[in-house]
């Protein structure tokens, strides 16, 4: 540290003397506190009384003995040996004043918000008094107030004082901003025309203003109203004021530590704000004295980063004032008279220096800083960092050049001087020392790609704009080719006058390998995607060959028949769902519903197989059973790997019989008086799994209005659930009286739920 001169040395010999004082006064302070503490603990062992109590009769005797409370409580300590002179009697007990807070006390520990605190103060210790209102104010970090707690006043009145800005000129903010009490037995003494702002609605009642003290600040304001005018604020009403504001300070610094109560703190954005910074920043508030005069900081917020150069946690450090924490800012020129020209003119400023010196050991800590001083509210943000920061962040700036492949460059046009970075040498190969200048660029690229450097030294030199280029160049250690690509700016003078150029190469050869590959590659997926689509589109036609989409029902052989088929959604694949209703030579009716394993041209194309293959096999009057068989066969030994499932059924018109099998499939479910129920099931596996496979046939004899429903798994089947809970769904929403099948077959469509994106088709029938 630079060695002071004989004026800052006096500056600082004051400064040392003035923190003894100060620590003096502050041990003695403690003190009188354990005398009192101990003394209050007696009078309860002797009274039997609470805390509260003990200390109102300390301060009741105190009174009454024209001794403060120290003195008295050493007396007591000390002189104390007979329970006579404390007697419980009438002569002993608490005054009324006591009493009354005592009685406040009690009552604001049941107290469940702010409202409620000022409610219990009001109605045990003011109202008895004559008060009419009291308002409770907290001091928000920007040096507002916030309205924590209020009782007596109007509601209008409390909406529009929620809160005091820091500006404004009021007794409240006097008192939390300064610790200045206000004692107005009449109202404001208004002078010119001028009517100081007020809450509540008594402009000539009496009133009372008074700070609620904080740990080593004032935590707000304490405002209490009179309708009436007073003769005048006695000394022991000003104590019992007094004493009632240090007991509601207690309670509201207690809810505030524990989350219970605080402030609407909108401002406390800001101090978000400092966690981001890159080094250490503190929010030190500015200490003023009653003509409100800056006479010290003291911190009230520490950035998450923040470090302290003598190591101390930054509980040691907040809440003190600046100059007790780094004494050498109250040097002559240093932090402390920075930020008073700060705070006055608004102005941030830099500096740089051994500034913030701390004590270690036998002598201080001064690491070499960068600080910034910034105002913000009734105070200034103070920013630092290391200066040998500066040489961590240009490693960082290196190793990031180094990862990124980027080398930066700088030519000055009026020297012809060329600085290159280390990495700038490594991307063209070059010997450390020789850079490239920017006129003799083209002599490492090859000759096709002269002309896009050209035109980038024409845009930057000639036009002195900004320019970029990509080409490519030969490296002049191996003469191997890299695909480049160049940024760069002009920077003229005051006079428009180009003097320099700067920019930046960066190796981006990796990448234009890459886009090459990407490109190849998307040429065969776009040819891919082609074959897809025409694959699509032919499955699609022969799938709306197969099941054609027409909503007119068909009536056979005393049968009213309407088929459904539901696509599925835009982007996938078609599948093998089909269905077939035809009347046969016999006039019995073939209904059959069935599903090919899989999607796309294959599945389309086994489905087109297996029904035509079904149709001619039913001219032969076999029954469903043996219809099943044979198609099974054929999947097994004429077909390629073709599975699937399906449910046959013969209609018989004469006897309004069903016989039917199914391989696989869901069963049919029956429609009978509003009420559907799923059909008995019978044996048989998939077509195509088993040649030897059997299928069981069945006979469900029908009545007229009854309606049946064949329907693959695409109509009800769920991700997340199970096929048994899909069926009982089914069968709910189909529970009802069926009059037209047309419409009966649309709300199945509409109704069922699936997840699955698959196809669906339906059957559904009803017996005339």
């Known amino acids: 540290m630079a060695a002071a001169s004989g004026g800052e040395y006096a500056r600082l010999s004051a400064l040392i003397t003035r923190q003894r004082r100060e620590l003096d006064k502050i041990q003695a302070e403690a003190a009188a506190r354990s005398v009192v503490d101990l003394a209050r603990g007696m009078l309860m062992e002797r009274l039997g009384c609470s805390p509260a109590e003990a200390q109102a009769q300390l301060e009741h005797l105190s009174a009454g003995s024209g001794t403060s409370v120290a003195e008295l409580a050493a007396q007591i300590t000390g002189q104390l040996t007979a329970p006579a002179p404390l007697d419980t009697g009438e002569s002993a007990s608490p005054p009324p004043d006591a009493q009354r807070i005592a009685l406040a006390e009690a009552a604001m520990e049941a107290a469940r ?11 045990e210790a003011l109202a008895p008094a004559g008060a009419a209102a009291l308002a409770l ?18 509601a209008q009145d409390v909406s529009r004082w929620r809160r005091i800005h820091p500006d404004m000129d009021t007794p409240a903010q006097l008192a939390a901003s300064r610790g ?13 025309g001028h009517r100081t702002p007020l809450i509540g609605d008594w402009p000539q009642g009496a009133r009372a203003v008074l700070p609620l003290p904080g740990s080593g600040t004032m935590l707000g304001a304490m405002e209490v109203c009179w309708p009436q005018p007073l003769a005048s604020f006695a000394a022991p009403d000003q104590r019992h004021l007094t004493a009632l504001a240090q007991v509601c300070a207690q309670a509201l610094g207690t809810r505030l530590a524990s989350g219970e109560l605080a402030p609407d703190h909108r401002a406390t954005w800001a101090f978000g704000l400092l966690d981001s910074v890159l080094g250490s920043a503190l929010f030190a508030r500015a200490i003023r004295d009653q003509a409100g005069q800056v006479t010290d900081f003291r911190i009230s917020y520490l950035s998450r980063g923040f470090t302290d150069s003598a190591g101390r946690s930054a509980a040691d450090v907040a809440g003190r004032p600046l100059t007790e924490v780094y004494p050498a800012v109250a040097l002559p020129g240093g932090i402390y008279d920075r930020a008073q020209q700060v705070l006055a003119t608004g102005e941030t400023q830099v500096t740089s220096g051994e500034v913030i010196a701390v004590p270690a050991g036998e002598g201080l800590v001064a690491p070499v800083l960068e600080i910034r001083i910034a105002p913000l509210y009734d105070g ?3 920013v630092w960092r290391r200066v040998d920061e500066v040489e961590r962040l240009g490693s960082l700036l290196h190793q990031a050049q180094r990862l990124g492949r980027i080398g930066g460059w700088e030519e000055n046009l009026l020297t012809g001087d060329v600085l290159w970075t280390e990495p700038t040498f490594a991307l063209f190969g070059q010997p450390p020392g020789q850079p490239v200048p920017v006129a003799k660029l083209g002599t490492h690229v090859p000759v096709a790609d002269r002309p896009v450097v050209e035109n980038f030294r024409h845009a930057l030199l000639q036009e002195k704009r900004e320019a ?12 191997s080719v890299r695909q480049m690509r160049a940024y760069a700016e002009p920077v003229t003078d005051q006079a428009g006058m180009l003097v320099a150029v700067r920019g930046a190469y960066q190796d981006v050869s990796a990448d234009y390998h890459t886009q090459v590959a990407f490109a190849a590659t998307r040429d065969r997926l776009a040819d891919s995607e082609e074959r897809a689509a025409e694959e699509h589109r032919l499955a699609l036609r022969l799938q709306q060959a197969i099941t054609p989409r027409t909503a007119k029902p068909a009536q056979l052989a005393g049968l009213d028949v309407a088929a459904r088929y539901r696509p599925a959604g835009p982007g996938n694949l078609v599948s093998g769902d089909w269905y077939d209703t035809v009347q046969l030579p016999s006039q019995q009716v073939l209904l059959v519903v069935g599903d090919i394993a899989g999607h796309g041209i294959d599945a389309v194309t086994g489905m087109v197989a297996l029904r035509n293959c079904l149709r001619g096999l039913a001219i032969t009057g076999a029954g469903p059973g043996a219809l099943l068989g044979w198609l099974n066969s054929v999947a097994c030994h004429l077909t390629d790997g073709i599975f699937g499932t399906a449910v046959c059924g013969i209609y018989e018109p004469a006897r309004r019989t069903l016989r039917w099998a199914r391989a696989g499939h869901l069963p049919p479910v029956l429609v009978r008086d509003g009420t559907a129920r799923e059909l008995p099931l019978p044996d048989g596996v998939l077509v195509g799994a088993d040649p030897e496979a059997r299928y069981q046939e069945l006979t469900t004899e029908l009545q007229p209005g009854d309606a049946l429903v064949m329907f693959t798994d695409g109509l009800i089947e769920q991700h997340d659930g199970s096929i048994d809970d899909a069926v009982q769904s089914l069968l709910s929403i189909a529970s009802q009286p069926v009059t037209d099948i047309a419409g009966f077959a649309d709300h199945l469509m509409a109704s069922a739920r699936s997840d699955t994106s698959d196809d669906a088709c339906l059957v559904a029938v009803k017996v005339r």
């Open 380 to 382: 200034v943000v103070i």
């Open 180 to 192: 200045v009490p206000t004692w107005w037995p009449a109202g404001p003494a208004d002078s010119e």
């Open 468 to 479: 970029a280029a990509a080409f490519r160049i030969i490296r002049a250690d191996d003469e």
């Open 113 to 123: 918000d702010g409202d409620s605190l000022a409610s219990a103060v009001l109605d």
């Open 137 to 154: 104010w907290l001091t928000d970090p920007d040096g507002g107030l916030e309205l924590a707690g209020q009782a007596g006043f109007r």
